[in-house]
Structures are given as structure tokens and as C-alpha cells.
């Protein structure tokens, strides 16, 4: 058995959704429509697949390279699709089902798998239809004869003459089919529901009812929502969540294991309740535990991203205080701005991107006497140095200055323990390292340290950290709705990280960069950051001088690979290829060798280039 499935139209009344996605490409669950329903038809034993398409068909091609559907595929391009309609698109299909029977589907209906079962052992020409009263023009209609006994079709049809609705799905039986394709061909401006019409005299149609609910047709937002609604709580979509189908490497937010991801799945909670304070209860327990923190740490999280930690930090502890802030890169950059943005009393000592920090220079500014406290970020994720908290931590303890640390992108990669490092408050967010969802963040800080923000007057109302030590602290709450669903994902990135050990993932992120690193110079590339003073999961790397930057991005991205584009002084010049988050290795040897790939087609196209000119 075949299968033809009409897919080519723009959706244009379900614009927006549409503007870039096919509607056949709208998810229900964890599938694509399209996918759903030729993973329907390849159970009831069909083997080949043809898929009309027009509007954005490249996305419906790799869309279903990239997803492995369980029979053939095959393409069929109609590329008036703006200008003809479903008969056009039907009757290209001809030559892929010539002489077979085959079903005809059309690529917005959405049904159970029992709608599809019903069909097991049709081979005769059927309609489906669900027998219901319904008056909106816009709904085909199915009638049948008084006279005859003949089906037909149409949207026009009397509600007090038709039976129901017509599903978008028949059957077009091997006898009927060269009929069906004449008569296709003669209303090629029309619909195909004329062809319908025209050969059921001589072909008859059975029909076969639907219950209720068992299907939709997706012309509406309203439809889809339903859809959604209706079809994506069936066992199914709840054991299988979606994977992601790109493969990340670049700097967060990352891709997570299929655990972290199913963790979403959880029974619906009250965040007042006692199994939301349990959960917020064992993160933070389990969060102290991956800052290396003794009993006197404890730390909050924080419902938005890395950013919302380091506000919270600056704006609830910098009032009042003289700051040093160090800065060698972008993020380094940002800790300034929040401190412009706040009116903090700061002096910036910046480095340079991709330099080093000077050790000594900083020793003499804090030998001034003029600081109460000293921040920085641990690993510069925008040239991917890592600097060195440790050294820095150490030198500044004689001075009783407070050590504030962005540890965004290092927690769960890098040696990282609070206690060691002598910092009072260390930022850092869920989506990096540790594998997580992104919207959670953290502030890990000395206990005495939060106590002594109570009596600093808040700056904001939702990024008082004081208020977020208060409620987690002393009442096991937080002060506002938070995420409550990236807990449970947080909580089982974090119970994978405790498990697999800190050490075990440093020397898996380790092994993922050597070999990136060592790829890299075996293409003759440079880094613009000494290879030792580079973190174990962020490359970065400057581009061959003939290659084509955006070229570069767009071709691995088309390949389903995203990289990250240099930024700053890096811009235009280098990327970043990270390694951080659930990336395995064969996902990135399989990228160096596409990326080597892409560097020999570029060389040979430049070849052919140069001896065309000679
Ligand atoms: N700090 C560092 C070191 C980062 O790498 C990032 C993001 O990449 C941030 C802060 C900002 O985090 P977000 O974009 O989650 O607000
Ligand atoms: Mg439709």
C-alpha cells in the first residue's frame, strides 16, 4: 500500500504560526503532524510516502531527513502552490502510485491511531467522515445520492442534506486510480474533490465514520490548539519526549539528556505546597553541594537567567560599597553595566578580551584599601578563558575584601569550590554546564554574608537577594512563582552530575576539547587564547582567512551543527565552538569531519575557481 499526502499550501490562515513553518511541520507532541501521520500509515503496513509539497518544502525535507520515518519518502515539488490547489497537487503525484491503491491525505488532519486502524484491509475507494450536523461553508461536506446511492463531496452541500464532515482522508482503490488521475487532470485549476465527484458514478465510494474527537482538521490557531489539546496526552508523547534534533555547540543554553528533558512531565504542583518545598528544598541542598560549599554557604534560586543572579547580586550588595569589577571579555563587560545601571561605586580594570588577568596589578589596586569588594567572572565564555579564581581568592583573603565570582558558564565543567576559593557570592545558572533547562539561576553565598543584607534597602523588588534568602532560607519558600517545572529537570541534571562525579565530567569535557582542539590545529587554525588558559568546554578559534564567515555558520547550521559567531573585537573573525551541556563524542567528531569536509569542498570549489581564470 502507497500513500500520497497533500502538503504543499502556505497555511495562510494560521498565520503567524505559519510565516516560517509549514503547517504539516507544526508539533503535536512530541512529532511533527506530518511525522505523526506517516508514522500512522507505516504501521498499518504502507511502504511508500509521497509528499507533496511547496511552501517552505526545504524545512519538510529536512524535517524528515533528519527524523528517520519508518517507510519511504518520496517528493513531489508544486511549485505553483501559490496560484493552484489541492487537484494540482493531488494529480503531480501520479506517477509515485500509478496502478495501486493508495491513500490520499491531506497534510493538516490530525487523528488517533484507531482513525487510521479503521482502514486495515481497505483496498476499495472509502471516504472518511465523522456523521455530525454542521452548516460552515468551510467544512467539506459528504452526501450521498437519494437517487443513486452515489457519494459526493462538497463544501456548498445543505446541512439538512449532509451526512458530516469529509476527514481529508481516502482511499483511491487500483481500479479507480487511472480514472482518478484523468479526472485530476482535467480540474487541475480546482479542487479534488471534482475528481471525487466525477468518478464516483463509475467507482463508488464506501463510507467509513469516525467518532468524535478522534480527528481534526487544522485551518485555525483555534484548531491547533485543540489539536494540541486533544492529542498530545496519549501515552506516547508522555514516554517519549522530544529530542532534540540539532546537535548545540555553542555556549548555552545546551542540549540536556532525554532524563533531564522527561523530568518536565511531572504532576501538576502547588508552589505553596509541601512537594514544591521538598524539591526546592533538595536542589539547593544538592546545588551546595556542586559549589563546593561548606555549612557556612548557602544559596537561592532564582526564577530567570545567568543575568538575573548577577543583578540580584550587584543591585541588593553594591549600594553603599566601593567595587572592583575585573573584566577581560564580554561578560566581564556586562558585571560593568549592571553596575552603571545601578549607580554602584565601581572601578573597572579591564585586561583586554583574550588577555590575561594581571595578577599583580590587581594586588596593588586592592592594596589601596579603597575596596570593599572585588567581582569577576570565572570562565570569559566570550573568548572561552578561563581566569583564575583560586590565585585571586587567595590574594585577596589578607585584605578582608569580599570575593564576588560569575561562574555562569564553569559550574559543573571546571574545578569550582566556593569554600577553596574564599568567595562570599558566587553566581551561576542552570543551562551551561550542568545540563539543565535554562530560566533558573543561582546566587551561592556565605550565610553571614546574606544576613548582612537585611538591613540594605531594596533596589528592586524582584531581585532583592535578601528577599530570596529570607523566603528560601528561613521559609523554605520563594517570593514569587517560580519555574516550577525546571526544578524537576534542575533536580535530575544535578542527581546526573552528583552521580557521574564532578571529576568524571571534567575529564569528559577535557577529552572533548582536545580532540576539537587538536583537529583544529591539525587544519592549520589558531586560537586567539593561549591553549592553557582555555576552560575544558568553549573553543574558540579564528576563521581561515578565505573563509566566508556567515557562509561557515549557515552551512554547518544547514547540516543541523550550531556554532557559535565571534563577538566584540572576535567579531567576524573567529567562532566558538563549544562542548558544554549533554554533547557526546561521536557529536563532535561527526562535526569535525564535516567542518574538514567543508575546508576540502571550499579549497577544491576555489581550485576549480582559479583554473577556470587561468
Ligand atoms: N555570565 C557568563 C559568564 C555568561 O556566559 C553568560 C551567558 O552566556 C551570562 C553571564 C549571562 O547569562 P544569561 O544570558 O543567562 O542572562
Ligand atoms: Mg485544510
Known sequence: ??????????????????????????????????????????????????????????????????????????????????????????WLAADHVR???????????????????????LTGNTLLYEAKSISSPEEMKVAQDPADGHVY??????????????VGVAVISAEANEAFFAALAS?????YEEAFNEIAVGHPFELQAVTENSWIEIDFVTDYLQAVRLFTETREEVAAPQVSEQVLLCPGPVMVSKKVKSALLHADIGHRETEFIEILTRCRAKLNNVYGANHEYTNVIITGSGTAANEALLSSYGPGKKLLILSNGEFGNRLLDLARCHNLNHTALEFGWTHPMDLAKIEQTIATGDYDALMMVHHETSTGMLNPINEIGALLKPYHVDFLVDAVSSIGAEALSVEKANIT???????????????????????SAFQALRDVPAHTRYLDLYRHYEFEDLHYQTPNTPAVSLFYALETALDELLEDTLEKRMQHYGHLSSLIR?????????????????????????????????????WVKQHNYVIYRGKGPLLGRAFQIANIGHVREEHVRAFLDLMERGFQLKQSADAVVEAAAT
Request: glycine letters at 8%; proline letters at 4%.
Open 425 to 447: 557570592f558566587c553566581t551561576a545558572s542552570a543551562n551551561k554546564a550542568l545540563a539543565s533547562l535554562p530560566g533558573l539561576a543561582f546566587v551561592c553565598g556565605k550565610r
Open 187 to 191: 480540474h487541475k485549476d480546482g479542487y
Open 99 to 121: 496502478g495501486d491503491s493508495f491513500f490520499l491525505l491531506d497534510g493538516d488532519v490530525v487523528a488517533v491511531d484507531a482513525v487510521f486502524e479503521s482502514f486495515i484491509a
Open 153 to 166: 463531496l462538497s463544501k456548498k452541500i445543505a446541512t439538512d442534506r449532509s451526512l458530516g464532515e469529509f
Open 518 to 554: 587538536n583537529r583544529l590545529k591539525k587544519l592549520g587554525m589558531s586560537f586567539p587564547v593561549e591553549e592553557q588558559q582555555m576552560s575544558r568546554v568553549l573553543t574558540t578559534v579564528f576563521y581561515p582567512a578565505d573563509v566566508d564567515v556567515e557562509g561557515f555558520h549557515d
Open 1 to 90: 500500500m502507497k500513500a500520497v499526502i497533500l502538503a504543499a499550501g502556505d497555511g495562510e490562515r494560521l498565520a503567524p504560526i505559519t510565516q516560517t513553518l509549514p503547517k504539516a511541520l507544526l508539533p503535536i507532541g512530541s512529532e511533527s503532524i506530518l511525522s505523526r501521520q506517516i508514522r500512522q500509515l507505516a504501521s498499518l503496513g504502507v511502504t511508500d510516502v509521497t509528499v507533496v509539497i511547496g511552501y517552505e518544502g526545504h524545512a519538510i525535507r529536512e524535517h524528515l531527513a533528519a527524523s528517520n520515518p519508518p517507510c519511504n519518502v518520496h517528493f513531489v515539488e508544486n511549485n505553483h502552490y501559490k496560484t493552484t490547489s489541492t487537484a494540482y497537487s493531488a
